[in-house]
């Protein structure tokens, strides 16, 4: 009994330690994170930039809502002076089927869509999980198509497509999409590896086979990072140019993006362009992305590539 009662022994003084082991420890603790705080130098400074950048965008709206007179003769001002809304209709009472340019740039993006998101989910979950013989080896030659110039696969894919018959159609732009690509299939592949695999054995033995699992499990878990992409594929193929300029010759299947330089061809000779309704086209381009953007946005934050066991914040 007498052992059991001993009292502990003393423990030493901090004063008493030797002064390397305080040092030691003072650097094993983890640094205080401090938080920001925004002063008015911030703010101003947030104002100038924001201001600069916002220009180009101020200058194209002041432009689409001058007059045909100002226009010829060249006066455009920053800030908006004269205000035209009417301008926003006659783009669609041009020569030129406006109209017909944006349902074509709405067939083409939703399409687009469509396949990115279906590829780009099913190909990132077979990287990911899928076991087979050389898989590293074939993502890394996908990842390593990343660095191939557009410009050096455009005349050998239009040579494909011409002897396919596709030239003149939508195929050329719709199609390559179901198929994905190399960005897309990494950042599924990547958002499926920090998910736990205990989630796939479970379901395998409730009788899911692997299309089961990614249908029902793997699917709902990736929507951020399939809106994500949805939203790239959504911005490149809305303003996409040099597709349709390369595999479209009919008027009638141009997109609104080949539309809007259509109208720069529509003035006399000797008379300037009318810049008024160009700039109209343009913000009809750039207003839809800006609202996908706003509405999607919360879902690109929600995505996380580095680090986190479900991948999601």
Known sequence: MAGLLTAAPPQPDAAQEPQGKRRLIKRQEAPAVRAFRATPFTYGTLLIVAAILSTPLVFVGSIALSSDATVNANTFTIIPREFHWDNFSRVFGTELPMGTFLLNSVLISLFSVVGQVLSSGLVGYAFARLRAPGKNAIFLVVIATMMIPTQITMIPQFILFRD?????TYLPLIVPNFFSNAFNVFLVRQFVSRLPSQLDEAAMMDGLGFFGIYRRIMFPMLRPVLIAIGIFTLTHTWGDFMGPLIYL???????????????????????????NLVMVGSILLALPMIIVYYIGQKYLYEMDISGGSAGVK
């Open 164 to 168: 396919l018959g596709w030239v003149n």
């Open 249 to 275: 010759n009919d008027e009638s299947k141009m997109p609104l993006a080949l539309g809007v330089q259509y109208i720069t061809s529509t003035s006399a000779a000797m008379q300037a362009p009318p810049w």
